[in-house]
């Protein structure tokens, strides 16, 4: 079965500029968790999202925000981007199901922030 | 006391060489230790995962060793070869409000020589 798939794969934006990351799961998994990569901090956790509803947060500001819609499919928003925005997204998900706990992540969204 | 602390950060070795990498944690609510590799423009794959249950599991040359008593566990990687060139990460997850979330290790950047 296909994989998670994260769009764009690239992109680049302004300062004060805003930007919406799309995911979509593996079919039948209801979990979709998102995260920032950078050299410096490796895998952060910014949220996760189960049957639409957001289950944890991360230590991120209030800029970051996302959804999930009724197919699983989540969105990440990040309003008024900053320099220090610049990083990978990656996004993974699980299905949840009994012993099933394994995440599987996307190839992540390079987003440059100049 | 929810991180999970990766060592060493980088490791090279010579092809045919095993080399190791140590996570350790506190929280005891953590039951789920998976790995993750990660080429370079990927998203980190899963690589093996144990439960507490165990203390060793293998899946061909990858090996994971867990002390539960210690809060620590490894990955041994035998017979390495210069394609196993990437980062690692350990990994770290719990059960909360209704889902799992998970926590990562910094990563190790592994370079195996030819």
């Known amino acids: 079965k296909a994989g998670v798939t994260q769009t764009p794969r690239y992109l680049i934006k302004t300062r004060g500029q805003q930007v919406t990351l799309s995911c979509s799961p593996i079919?039948?998994?209801?979990?979709v968790s998102w995260y920032q990569q950078t050299p410096g901090q490796g895998l952060q956790f910014l949220f996760e999202y189960f049957s639409e509803t957001q289950r944890n947060k991360g230590n991120f500001p209030g800029r970051f925000s996302g959804r999930q819609f009724s197919n699983s499919r989540s969105e990440m928003n990040v309003s008024t981007l900053e320099l220090g925005d610049s990083a990978l997204y990656l996004c993974?998900?699980?299905?949840?199901?009994?012993?099933?706990?394994?995440?599987?992540f996307g190839q992540g969204t390079r987003l440059t922030v100049v | 006391q929810q991180q999970v602390k990766q060592s060493p950060q980088s490791l090279i070795v010579q092809k045919g060489g095993i080399p190791i990498i140590n996570c350790a944690y506190e929280?005891?609510?953590?039951?789920?230790f998976p790995w993750y590799q990660q080429f370079p423009g990927k998203g980190p794959a899963l690589l093996i995962a144990?439960?507490?249950?165990?203390s060793e599991k293998k899946e061909g040359r990858f090996t994971i060793s867990f002390n539960k008593s210690a809060k620590q566990f490894s990955l041994h990687i035998m017979d390495s070869q210069p394609g196993d060139s990437a980062t690692y990460f350990c990994a770290a997850s719990f059960p909360t409000s209704g889902t799992y979330k998970y926590i990562f290790g910094t990563g190790t950047r592994l370079k195996v020589l030819a």
């Open positions: 144990i439960r507490p249950d165990v």
């Open positions: 993974a998900s699980s299905s949840l199901g009994g012993e099933d706990t394994e995440a599987f």
């Open positions: 079919s039948g998994h209801r979990s």
């Open positions: 929280n005891t609510a953590f039951d789920y």
